[in-house]
Structure formats: structure tokens, C-alpha cells
């Protein structure tokens, strides 16, 4: 009961996060799903995390409805006919969003908004259809109050993304997130700058590589959540991750690594992904009666595990004795190659691996480089990133990405801090982004050093938000705690500063 009453004694928390907490608290006191005592001594060395999912899970982490069904035939359950106009469009979307559970309990995907809006806009004077728009985004910034919550635009050029750039410029809101699904044969270099010049301004959106999505998940594929590659009409079971500095501290050396602790925590992390995946389809009710299964908006072959790791940098460090950071894992070749050695090895005993349930991926999990969680510290850095503090010019930088971004089809990505002469030239950033995508960079992400909106690990906040917390007043954002910690732990916002000719 302490623990209850630290969270409604928080006077940092609206009443909203209060609720959620305590429900997190409620689903982490159960014993239902039990795993086996190496996998319970795993979690307690640090090695195993299981992202604060809860023991006994009644929906998937991550789901991405098909909201081109909810315009052709509504939705039976909440009384939602197809729209014929762009007010009853954006109504019928506030009202799904607000059923649609995650992990957050908010939605992490709102829809590609742009090809999901632009025959409403259409018909609309472009004024009305901007103000319209706007209230749509106030109302998810004010309502969704979470900056998981996440939406699509592009590959091509259209009215509706363009409205939608500016309004983010505009209002500087937090949420929602977005990415640009960047293809260099459809989208135009004029909007492929309009989204830099926002993304320079307010940290979104950021650039997917649409070809690289589509050749693993085909067309109908969402990015949600931070940077999260999933299928539409699907999602993700679930997302535990292996900290792979702490399972490093077993090994006796780089050899002994590979050949016996990396199996071993790969095949305990595999465990926990069946027995949450088996128990979210057998015995949860999510995809027999929730409306969303029911009336097909998701569909249960489309979802997948997501495997995640982190902390790649520090495992290649300590394997190979190496305690300057500034010589090691993305400055140092040996590092660099031990890291391609650990990857080709976690992808292969995944994937070799039969997973339940995931029909549409031939029974198979897929691998994600996790962003990390506000309690980290320095000890790992997200996915397969160069440390914060020690990163090298960004061409160097974006070299190292391009080596592992290949592994991670549900999701990698880096962050880079341009310094403020780049609001003038944003052209000099297109050509780097072109030739990194081009390269095999799964995603591209960045923001001016000034601004207000910063993106932390994949996720964005205020810093005027983070400020409020220090003061310990209230943040409307679920999310401005998890900045708090990651600044104030990994100094998260503390990565190097683009500057020109570099």
C-alpha cells in the first residue's frame, strides 16, 4: 500500500497519471504467467527488463487499427457512420482514439492523417479546412496527453501534410508525433525541405525509409509509437529487451559471450515473449470481444513480438576492456565489428526461433533497438547508438547507423542537434538524409539545440515542461517525467551539436 499512496501523495501528477499509475501498480501484482527461476534471476541482475508491461497483460503493447476500414463502413460498436465531410472525419477519429489501448492507454498510431484526410480537405475552403485541423490537433495535444501517440505522412506531396506542417510548426505542441514515410522517386525535394524546416522547429516529423519498411512489412505497414515499424491492422504483442552491458558482466571475454551468456539470455527473453504472447491470445479477451478484433479493424495473425536490446555500445566496451568511451563502440573498428558480430548472432537465434501466434511473419519475432527508459543512466545506451557525449561528426555517426539499422525492421533510429544557422540552409540537410536512406539508414531524426520541443531517446517533450517538473508542478505530457529521468540520468539532451562543415 506505500507504494499506492507515494503515487496519489505525488503532487507532480494530474489526475489522469495518478489513475494510470495505479493501474500499472494493480496489473504488476499478480502471479499468474510464471517463468522459469533463470529467467526471475536474469531480471533481478539487470540483464532482462520487461519495459514495466505488467505480469499479467489484457491487450497487446502496441496496436494500429485500420482506420481506412472506420471511414469505408464506421464502426457498429460505437455508433460511428462512414464520414462524408472533414468535421464528421475528425469526429469519427476523436472518438476511435479514445478506444483504441497500449501499453500508454493511449493510441500510438493515429493513422497515416494526410492520405486519410486529403478527400475531406478537398472539398473544404482551405481556411475552414485549416482551422478545422487545427482543433483536431489541440484536441489530440490536450486529450491524448502522451507523446507516444504518433501519425503518418507522405511519401507524397498533398494539401493535408502540408496544412498539417505548418499547424505543427505553429502551435508547437509536443503531441503528437510524426514521420515522414520518405521515398526519393515519390516524395519532391520542396516537400521533403518543408518537413525539415518543421522538423528543425519542433523536432517532427522524422524520415522513415518508406522502401526499406515496405521490402519487410509491405505497403501497409505503420511507424507509431517512437520510431516503431509495424504492420496497419496489427501491431505488437509485447516488448521486453535484453540489456546487453549487464549480460556482458557474465562473460569472461568476447568468445564466451557469444558462445554461452548471449544464447542463454536470448532463449530466456524468448521465453517471456511465448508465455505473454500465448496468454494474450488464449486467456485475455482482447481479440475475441474487443470491437476492434471483432469488427476487423485489427486482426490477430497481423501482430508480432518485438525483441528488443539495448545497450550495445557498453556490452562492446566492457568485452573488450575498453573503459574511454571516446575509443570505443562507433570510434573504434574492433568495438564496431565486435557489435556487428553480437547482432548477426541475436538476429540469427531469433530467427530461428518459432514463435506463436505470428502468422503473418511466418511464426517468427522481430528485433528492436530500444530507446531506453529514464532509469538507465549511462550505463546503456538506446539500441545500437554511439554513447551521448562521445559521437563523432554526424557523417561518422551515420556510417556507424547505416551498419546496424539493417537488423531492426520494428524499429531503429539516432538523433541529431543541429545548431541554429541550420533553420537558414535546410537544404544542406537533405542531401546527408538522401544519401544515408540510400545507404541503408532505417531513420533519420533531428532538431535545432534552442528549441522548446526537443526529441529525448524517440519520444518528445517541452523542456519548458521538464522545468515545470523541477518546480514540482504538473506536465500535462505523461511523457515529460521519462525526459526528467533521461536528462537528468544519461543527459539525453546533451548529444553533440551539428555544426556546419563538420
Not at 557498453?314 to 564496431?336: H, Q, W, Y
Given at each position: 500500500m506505500s507504494e499506492a499512496l507515494n503515487i496519489i501523495k505525488d503532487e507532480t501528477l494530474t489526475y489522469r497519471q495518478e489513475l494510470i499509475a495505479l493501474a500499472r501498480l494493480g496489473e504488476s501484482t499478480d502471479n499468474t504467467i510464471r517463468y522459469s527461476e533463470a529467467y526471475y534471476e536474469g531480471k533481478?541482475?539487470?540483464?532482462?527488463?520487461?519495459?514495466?508491461?505488467?505480469?499479467?497483460p489484457y491487450r497487446p503493447r502496441y496496436i494500429c487499427p485500420d482506420y481506412?476500414?472506420?471511414?469505408?463502413?464506421?464502426?457498429?460498436?460505437?455508433?460511428?457512420?462512414?464520414?462524408?465531410?472533414?468535421?464528421?472525419?475528425?469526429?469519427?477519429?476523436?472518438?476511435?482514439?479514445?478506444?483504441?489501448?497500449?501499453?500508454?492507454?493511449?493510441?500510438?498510431?493515429?493513422?497515416?492523417?494526410?492520405?486519410?484526410?486529403?478527400?475531406?480537405?478537398?472539398?473544404?475552403?482551405?481556411?475552414?479546412?485549416?482551422?478545422?485541423?487545427?482543433?483536431?490537433?489541440?484536441?489530440?495535444?490536450?486529450?491524448?496527453?502522451?507523446?507516444?501517440?504518433?501519425?503518418?505522412?507522405?511519401?507524397?506531396?498533398?494539401?493535408?501534410?502540408?496544412?498539417?506542417?505548418?499547424?505543427?510548426?505553429?502551435?508547437?505542441?509536443?503531441?503528437?508525433?510524426?514521420?515522414?514515410?520518405?521515398?526519393?522517386?515519390?516524395?519532391?525535394?520542396?516537400?521533403?525541405?518543408?518537413?525539415?524546416?518543421c522538423m528543425l522547429k519542433t523536432a517532427k516529423p522524422s524520415f522513415a525509409n518508406h522502401r526499406m519498411f515496405v521490402s519487410e512489412w509491405g505497403e501497409d505497414y505503420a511507424i507509431a509509437s517512437c520510431y516503431n515499424g509495424l504492420k496497419?491492422?496489427?501491431?505488437?504483442?509485447?516488448?521486453?529487451?535484453?540489456?546487453?552491458?549487464?549480460?556482458?558482466?557474465?562473460?569472461?571475454?568476447?568468445?564466451?559471450?557469444?558462445?554461452?551468456?548471449?544464447?542463454?539470455?536470448?532463449?530466456?527473453?524468448?521465453?517471456?515473449?511465448?508465455?505473454?504472447?500465448r496468454f494474450i491470445v488464449e486467456e485475455s479477451t482482447f481479440f475475441k470481444d474487443n470491437f476492434l478484433s471483432t469488427e476487423g479493424f485489427v486482426k490477430q495473425e497481423n501482430f508480432t513480438g518485438m525483441f528488443g536490446v539495448v545497450g550495445l555500445?557498453?556490452?562492446?566496451?566492457?568485452?573488450?576492456?575498453?573503459?574511454?568511451?571516446?575509443?570505443?563502440?562507433?570510434?573504434?573498428?574492433?568495438?564496431?565489428?565486435?557489435g556487428v558480430r553480437i547482432m548477426d548472432a541475436i538476429e540469427k537465434r531469433v530467427s530461428e526461433h518459432v514463435a506463436p501466434y505470428c502468422d503473418a511473419f511466418?511464426?517468427?519475432?522481430?528485433?528492436?533497438?530500444?530507446?531506453?527508459?529514464?532509469?538507465?543512466?549511462?550505463?546503456?545506451?538506446?539500441?545500437?547508438?554511439?554513447?551521448?557525449?562521445?559521437?563523432?561528426?554526424?557523417?561518422?555517426?551515420?556510417?556507424?547507423?547505416?551498419?546496424?539499422?539493417?537488423?531492426?525492421?520494428?524499429?531503429?533510429?539516432?538523433?541529431?542537434k543541429f545548431e541554429e544557422t541550420y533553420i537558414k540552409t535546410p537544404e544542406a540537410i537533405l542531401p546527408i538524409i538522401k544519401g544515408s536512406l540510400a545507404n541503408g539508414l532505417r531513420y533519420f531524426s533531428g532538431y535545432l539545440e534552442n528549441n522548446d520541443v526537443v526529441r529525448v531517446t524517440g519520444y518528445l517533450v517541452k523542456k519548458s515542461e521538464i522545468e515545470k517538473l523541477n518546480q514540482r508542478k504538473q506536465s500535462l505530457n505523461n511523457v515529460t517525467v521519462f525526459g526528467k529521468g533521461a536528462q537528468d540520468g544519461a543527459h539525453a539532451l546533451d548529444r553533440r551539436i551539428q555544426k556546419h562543415g563538420e
Amino acid at each position: 500500500m506505500s507504494e499506492a499512496l507515494n503515487i496519489i501523495k505525488d503532487e507532480t501528477l494530474t489526475y489522469r497519471q495518478e489513475l494510470i499509475a495505479l493501474a500499472r501498480l494493480g496489473e504488476s501484482t499478480d502471479n499468474t504467467i510464471r517463468y522459469s527461476e533463470a529467467y526471475y534471476e536474469g531480471k533481478r541482475k539487470g540483464a532482462l527488463c520487461d519495459l514495466n508491461e505488467g505480469v499479467m497483460p489484457y491487450r497487446p503493447r502496441y496496436i494500429c487499427p485500420d482506420y481506412d476500414l472506420l471511414f469505408e463502413k464506421g464502426c457498429a460498436f460505437l455508433g460511428i457512420e462512414p464520414p462524408t465531410d472533414l468535421l464528421e472525419a475528425v469526429n469519427a477519429l476523436e472518438i476511435f482514439y479514445a478506444h483504441v489501448p497500449s501499453i500508454t492507454t493511449y493510441p500510438v498510431y493515429l493513422g497515416d492523417l494526410d492520405k486519410l484526410l486529403t478527400p475531406f480537405v478537398e472539398k473544404e475552403d482551405p481556411a475552414f479546412a485549416k482551422k478545422v485541423l487545427k482543433l483536431f490537433l489541440l484536441q489530440i495535444d490536450k486529450v491524448l496527453t502522451d507523446s507516444f501517440v504518433h501519425f503518418d505522412i507522405g511519401p507524397e506531396d498533398n494539401p493535408t501534410a502540408r496544412m498539417l506542417l505548418e499547424l505543427t510548426e505553429e502551435m508547437q505542441l509536443a503531441v503528437p508525433n510524426i514521420t515522414l514515410k520518405y521515398d526519393p522517386e515519390r516524395t519532391s525535394d520542396d516537400f521533403a525541405l518543408a518537413c525539415i524546416r518543421c522538423m528543425l522547429k519542433t523536432a517532427k516529423p522524422s524520415f522513415a525509409n518508406h522502401r526499406m519498411f515496405v521490402s519487410e512489412w509491405g505497403e501497409d505497414y505503420a511507424i507509431a509509437s517512437c520510431y516503431n515499424g509495424l504492420k496497419k491492422a496489427g501491431g505488437g504483442f509485447t516488448l521486453p529487451r535484453m540489456r546487453l552491458y549487464e549480460c556482458s558482466l557474465d562473460a569472461s571475454d568476447a568468445d564466451d559471450f557469444l558462445n554461452r551468456v548471449l544464447p542463454h539470455y536470448i532463449d530466456l527473453q524468448l521465453e517471456y515473449m511465448d508465455k505473454r504472447v500465448r496468454f494474450i491470445v488464449e486467456e485475455s479477451t482482447f481479440f475475441k470481444d474487443n470491437f476492434l478484433s471483432t469488427e476487423g479493424f485489427v486482426k490477430q495473425e497481423n501482430f508480432t513480438g518485438m525483441f528488443g536490446v539495448v545497450g550495445l555500445a557498453e556490452c562492446c566496451n566492457n568485452l573488450l576492456g575498453i573503459t574511454d568511451k571516446k575509443k570505443g563502440f562507433g570510434l573504434n573498428r574492433e568495438a564496431t565489428q565486435l557489435g556487428v558480430r553480437i547482432m548477426d548472432a541475436i538476429e540469427k537465434r531469433v530467427s530461428e526461433h518459432v514463435a506463436p501466434y505470428c502468422d503473418a511473419f511466418d511464426h517468427r519475432y522481430r528485433l528492436h533497438a530500444q530507446v531506453g527508459i529514464d532509469t538507465d543512466g549511462m550505463q546503456d545506451s538506446p539500441g545500437t547508438r554511439i554513447p551521448i557525449g562521445v559521437e563523432p561528426t554526424m557523417l561518422e555517426q551515420l556510417e556507424v547507423n547505416e551498419i546496424f539499422h539493417k537488423y531492426f525492421p520494428t524499429g531503429t533510429g539516432d538523433i541529431f542537434k543541429f545548431e541554429e544557422t541550420y533553420i537558414k540552409t535546410p537544404e544542406a540537410i537533405l542531401p546527408i538524409i538522401k544519401g544515408s536512406l540510400a545507404n541503408g539508414l532505417r531513420y533519420f531524426s533531428g532538431y535545432l539545440e534552442n528549441n522548446d520541443v526537443v526529441r529525448v531517446t524517440g519520444y518528445l517533450v517541452k523542456k519548458s515542461e521538464i522545468e515545470k517538473l523541477n518546480q514540482r508542478k504538473q506536465s500535462l505530457n505523461n511523457v515529460t517525467v521519462f525526459g526528467k529521468g533521461a536528462q537528468d540520468g544519461a543527459h539525453a539532451l546533451d548529444r553533440r551539436i551539428q555544426k556546419h562543415g563538420e
